[in-house]
């Protein structure tokens, strides 16, 4: 099992441009989340899908932020414009909804500068 | 009020010691804890589940108090290697899991 997988490992971007994070979960899982980790506010939920469809995305920032899963092996968190204070480690988790605990991928390293 | 509520810490064990972290969380409906760890500039990875009864994993024991919303982690033993940032987790029974700031130990030689 190759666990949950994310690219790129780190992004540094400018201000004003497109981002592109990107999921493969476990095969199999079929809930997806997206998690947003800082030093200030730990650990932030962002969006989370089920059977592909998105089912809470209150943890979006703001409308620059957007998350697409079109099937089951893949999603993308994309953020269009970028900002400095999106500067974050961005991680993707599945699980079997279940109820039961996540499985993390190594997370994206953003840096906007 | 936040969901979960943990220690930041630091602790700053000697190598042997016992050492024990709390955390609270607000929704009594809650339906399933956890306690993950996580290594400076890693993922955070599951160390184990708690249960209503308490449960052990070697040098590792965890207990649950559902009329406090109380969860505890109790490490035996103290290893170097055991050195990382403790997160509390707490499944709101929507599988949407409620993580906690998380609790830093650091294990002296």
């Known amino acids: 099992d190759a666990g949950v997988i994310q690219s790129p490992r780190h992004e540094v971007t400018e201000m004003g441009q497109e981002v592109t994070l990107r999921c493969k979960p476990i095969s199999g899982h079929n809930s997806l989340f997206w998690y947003r980790q800082t030093m200030m506010r730990g650990l932030e939920l962002l969006i989370y899908f089920n059977n592909n469809v998105p089912i809470d995305d209150s943890g979006m920032p703001e409308d620059r932020f957007s998350a697409k899963m079109p099937n089951a092996s893949f999603s993308t968190l994309k953020i269009q414009p970028s900002e400095p204070r999106d500067s974050a480690v961005y991680f993707c988790?599945?699980?079997?909804?279940?109820?039961?605990?996540?499985?993390f991928g190594s997370g994206t390293r953003l840096t906007v500068v | 009020r936040k969901e979960v509520e943990q220690d930041p810490g630091p602790f700053n064990v000697p190598e042997g010691a016992t050492v024990a972290f709390n955390c609270t969380y607000s929704n009594s409906a809650s339906q399933s804890f956890f306690w993950y760890r996580q290594d400076c500039r890693k993922e955070p990875k599951l160390l184990m589940s708690?249960?209503?009864s308490g449960n052990e994993d070697g040098r590792f024991t965890a207990q649950l108090n559902r009329a406090s919303q109380y969860i505890s982690l109790l490490i035996r033993d103290s290893k170097l290697s055991d050195s990382a940032t403790y997160l509390c987790v707490v499944n709101s029974g929507a599988n949407n899991l409620f993580f906690g700031t998380g609790t830093r130990l650091t294990v002296i030689p």
């Open positions: 708690v249960y209503s």
């Open positions: 988790a599945s699980n079997v909804d279940r109820g039961g605990g996540y499985t």
